[in-house]
C-alpha cells in the first residue's frame, strides 16, 4: 500500500518521500560501505540499472569491478521507473530521422530492441525472477493531437525495422480511439527486482558493491568517497543519472523533468498485460508533449496494480498546476479510459531529455579518454541503461560497437539545436519569472509541520522545512552546481533545482547532479 519514507531520511533510501510499488525492502538493497582503499580495473559509480548493468557486463568478461553507490542499490531513478520495455520510441521515429537520419534511426531502433534482447537473455541465464514479459505496447493520439502524427510514425517506425502495425482496436480501454499503431515485441518486468539479480551475480562472479558510500572526487586514476577512502582504478564509469563529473558540458545538453506515476488496484488478471501510450499534449509542448504511459503489474493474490505516468513538468517550476493537482490529473485522466479500483500508490521520478533525443553514453566530453558516463534516460531509462551497460563494456574491453557514434556524450547535432536554444534559453527565463525575489516577507512561524518556504535567514536566501516534531532545517537556498535558488518540492519533500535539476534532501544532501555537494547546513534544528 501506499508509503512514505521521513523527509529526513530521503537520499539514503530514495529520491523521495512518496515510494514507488518497487521499493519494499530496503534490507535487500542495502551493502556494505567501503572503508578500506582499494585498487581495482574498473570504479563504477552509481548502483542504478546503468551502474549495475555495466558492472555485471564487465565482471563476465573477466574485469576486476568495484561499484559505489552513496544510498541503497536502485534509490535513485531505478526505483522509480515505471520499466516500460519500449524499443517504440517517445521521441518519434519521424523526428530522429530528421535529426539522425534514416540509417542512424535503424541503429538505434536496434539499439532498444537488443537492450530488451538481453535482458529477457539475461533473465534466463540468471535465472531471476522479476516478471519480465514480453508484451505488445499500443500508441494512440492524444485528443490535442492528429491521426497525421501516428501516420508519420507508422511509416518512419518501419523504415527503421519496428514491428508495427494499424489496428482499429485497443485491448483494456473503455475509450476506444479511431485508430492506434500496435508495436510488438515490446516488454515489461520488475525493474527492483531484475536489478537485485544483476547484483547478486556481480557479487558471485566475484564484483563488489558498497552502498552507503558517496563519491566526493573523481579523476583518471580513480575515485575519492566522502570519508576519504580511495578506489585506484584504469578505468571509471560515472552512472549516477545525471553526471557528477561533468559541470557544464551534459546539463547544458539535457533538461530536467519531473514526471508522476499512480498505482491503482484492478482485478486480478482483468486488464490484459499490454503497454499503452498517448502521443501527449500537444497544447502545452509540440516539440515535447508531456504524454501518458500505462502498464499492468502483478500485485497480490486478488489485484493487479494498474500504473499510469505523465503529467511531466520541469524540475523546479510547476506551471499551473501543483505536484497534488498533478495525481488527481493522471487518476481523473485513467479513470475515464480504465476501469480501476483504489489508488493505493503514488510517487513521481525525474527524466533527462536530452536535446536530440539519445541518452549520452561513452567517453566523458571534455575528460580523459578512461573516464566515461552514461545518463540522459529520456523517458527510456531501462533500455538506455542496458545500452549504456553494453556499449561502456564494449568500450573498455576495446570492441568495437556499431552504436557509438550515435550515443558519443560530445555529440552536437545542430539538427537539433532548436530544441537546444529554446530549452536552454525557456529554462531560463521560466527560472527567473518564478524564482522568489522577496524571500524577507516570510515569516518562520508561519511554515507549517512538514512543510517548507524559501526564507531570508542571515542576510541570504535560506530553504527552510519544519519536520513532524516542529524542529526547524535551515540551509542554504544557493544551489552548488552553478549557484542558481532552489525550489520546494511539496510531494517529495526535496529542494529541486530548475536550472538543471539537481535535487537536495531537507537536510541539503545531493540526492539528483549534476550537483555534488551538499547545500550548506546554516542551522541544523532549531524552534523558530
Ligand atoms: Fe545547475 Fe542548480 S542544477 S545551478
Known amino acids: 500500500m501506499e508509503s512514505e519514507t521521513n523527509p529526513l531520511e530521503v537520499g539514503r533510501n530514495t529520491s523521495g ?4 510499488c518497487w521499493l519494499e525492502n530496503r534490507a535487500e538493497r542495502q551493502y556494505l560501505p567501503l572503508i578500506v582503499n582499494t585498487k581495482t580495473d574498473v570504479v563504477v559509480v552509481g548502483g542504478g540499472l546503468a551502474g549495475i548493468s555495466v558492472a555485471y557486463n564487465l565482471v563476465n568478461r573477466g574485469f576486476s569491478v568495484v561499484l559505489l553507490e552513496d544510498g541503497f542499490l536502485g534509490s535513485g531513478e531505478t526505483g522509480r ?43 534466463r541465464n540468471e535465472n531471476i525472477d522479476c516478471d519480465f514479459k514480453r508484451v505488445p505496447g499500443y500508441l494512440f493520439a492524444h485528443a490535442s493531437d492528429t491521426l497525421e502524427t501516428l501516420d508519420k510514425e507508422y511509416n518512419a517506425a518501419l523504415a527503421a525495422g519496428a514491428d508495427v502495425e494499424w489496428v482499429d482496436e485497443i485491448p483494456g480501454m473503455k475509450m476506444q480511439p479511431i485508430k492506434s499503431l500496435k508495436f510488438n515485441n515490446q516488454g515489461q518486468f520488475h525493474p527492483m527486482k531484475y536489478l537485485l539479480g544483476l547484483a547478486e551475480a556481480i557479487t558471485l562472479k566475484g564484483g563488489f558493491i558498497y552502498t552507503g558510500t558517496h563519491v566526493e572526487s573523481i579523476d583518471e586514476n580513480g575515485v575519492t568517497t566522502s570519508d576519504g577512502f580511495r578506489v585506484d582504478a584504469k ?32 482485478k486480478k488478471n482483468y486488464l490484459p498485460e499490454v503497454l499503452w501510450w498517448d502521443t501527449g499534449d500537444m497544447n502545452v509542448d509540440k516539440d515535447t508533449p508531456p504524454y501518458h504511459y500505462v502498464r499492468t503489474q502483478p500485485y497480490n493474490i486478488d489485484y493487479d496494480l494498474l500504473i499510469v505516468g505523465g503529467e511531466d513538468h ?19 485522466w485513467t479513470r ?43 523517458g527510456h531509462g531501462m533500455t538506455h541503461s542496458t545500452i549504456g551497460g553494453i556499449l561502456v563494456a564494449d568500450l573498455i574491453a576495446g570492441n568495437e560497437n556499431e552504436w557509438e557514434s550515435i550515443y558519443k556524450p560530445g555529440r552536437f547535432n545542430l539538427k537539433a539545436s532548436k ?14 519569472k518564478t524564482r522568489p525575489d522577496h524571500p524577507g516577507s516570510v515569516n518562520l512561524a508561519s511554515i507549517a509541520l512538514n512543510d517548507a518556504a524559501i526564507v531570508e535567514f542571515d542576510g541570504q536566501k535560506a530553504g527552510a522545512y519544519r519536520d513532524e516534531r516542529g524542529m526547524l532545517h535551515l540551509v542554504s537556498a544557493t544551489c552548488t552546481h552553478m549557484g542558481c535558488t532552489v525550489s520546494w518540492n511539496n510531494v517529495e519533500k526535496t529542494w529541486d533545482c530548475a536550472c538543471h535539476g539537481s535535487r ?11 550537483a555534488n555537494h551538499p547545500l550548506d547546513i546554516l542551522d541544523e534544528e532549531t524552534q523558530y
Open 336 to 378: 475515464e479510459r480504465f476501469d480501476i479500483g483504489e489508488v493505493v500508490f503514488r510517487w513521481s521520478g525525474q527524466v533527462l531529455e536530452p536535446y536530440d533525443g539519445m541518452a549520452f553514453i561513452g567517453r566523458n566530453a571534455g575528460d580523459k579518454d578512461n573516464i566515461f558516463v552514461i545518463t540522459g534516460d529520456s
Open 81 to 123: 521507473t515505471t520499466a516500460h520495455l519500449a524499443s517504440a520510441l517517445d521521441d518519434r521515429f519521424f523526428s530522429l530521422e530528421n535529426i539522425f537520419g534514416k540509417d542512424n534511426t535503424k541503429l538505434i531502433y536496434q539499439s532498444h530492441s537488443a537492450a530488451i534482447d538481453f535482458i529477457e537473455q539475461t533473465v
Open 504 to 514: 537536495f534532501s531537507v537536510l541539503g544532501e545531493v540526492i539528483n547532479g549534476p
Open 235 to 266: 578505468f571509471i564509469v560515472v552512472a549516477t543519472n545525471s553526471p557528477i563529473n561533468s559541470k557544464y558540458i551534459l546539463p547544458m545538453k539535457q533538461y530536467a523533468y519531473r514526471t508522476y506515476a499512480i498505482g491503482a488496484l484492478v
Open 17 to 20: 518521500e512518496h515510494l514507488s
Open 314 to 332: 520541469k524540475t523546479g517550476i510547476m506551471g499551473n498546476y501543483s505536484e497534488i493537482d498533478r495525481y488527481a490529473n493522471l487518476e481523473f
Open 419 to 432: 530544441i537546444f536554444f529554446k530549452e536552454t534559453i525557456g529554462t531560463l527565463l521560466k527560472y527567473y
